[in-house]
Every structure is written in structure tokens, then in C-alpha cells.
């Protein structure tokens, strides 16, 4: 089992950048494939990006591929989400995901965090 802990959501203007990180503790964090999600009122969770145990593998969501930068550090039990560029539409609670598996997911994970808030103004 993990508990995860995100922070570093906040208020920024357009065009800004923000970084994410996401604590974990519980059994040893190279164990697990890393996720962000993220989620907006009245929409459904959407995937943000991913990576592997090691990190040599990432995936993002289209909607931010370019933008954002997934990355982490095993030796601090962290992940962490690099933002750049940010839009409106990137307003969101983003939430921290940790899997069973040291292979990267889009979709399955055992372990969430409480969430974010990210707002973005024009």
C-alpha cells in the first residue's frame, strides 16, 4: 500500500507554468508506475500523463503532450509535474496515481491522492 500527497496547485495567469509534486510513502516507491490525472467540475477524469518505474518511459494525454513534462525521483519518493504553457482549460484538480505494476499506464491504478486545485485565468 502507498499514500500519496500532491501539492503545488494554485492560481496562475495563462501562459504561466506551475510544478506538481506527489509524495509517496508506503512500501518502496520504484515498485510503482506513476500517473496524473485530472479532473474538472461536470467533466470526467481525464489522463494526464505517466511513467514507468525508472522514468525511462512517459506518456501523455494529447491535450497536453508538449506542454507538460512528467518526471520523478525514486530516491525522494516523488513524482512530479511540470506545466507549462498553461491554459484555462487546463483548470482542474489534478491527482496523483500509483499502480501495482512498474509498467506505465493510461488507465489502471490502485492508489489515489486527495487532489490539487489548478486555476488558470485569461
Known amino acids: 500500500q502507498v499514500q500519496l500527497v500532491e501539492s503545488g496547485g494554485g492560481l496562475v495567469q495563462a501562459g504561466g507554468s506551475l510544478r506538481l509534486s506527489c509524495a509517496a510513502s508506503?512500501?518502496?516507491?520504484?515498485?510503482?508506475?506513476m500517473g496524473w490525472f485530472r479532473q474538472a467540475p461536470g467533466k470526467e477524469r481525464e489522463f494526464v500523463a505517466a511513467?514507468?518505474?525508472?522514468?525511462?518511459?512517459?506518456y501523455y494525454g494529447d491535450s497536453v503532450k508538449g506542454r507538460f513534462t512528467i518526471s520523478r525521483d525514486n530516491a525522494k519518493a516523488t513524482v512530479y509535474l511540470q506545466m507549462n504553457s498553461l491554459k484555462p482549460e487546463d483548470t482542474a484538480v489534478y491527482y496523483c496515481?500509483?499502480?501495482?505494476?512498474?509498467?506505465?499506464?493510461?488507465?489502471?491504478?490502485?492508489?489515489w491522492g486527495q487532489g490539487t486545485q489548478v486555476t488558470v485565468s485569461s
Open positions: 496515481a500509483a499502480r501495482n505494476d512498474r509498467i506505465a499506464s493510461r488507465v489502471i491504478y490502485d492508489y
Open positions: 511513467i514507468n518505474w525508472s522514468g525511462g518511459i512517459t
Open positions: 508506503g512500501r518502496t516507491f520504484s515498485n510503482y508506475a
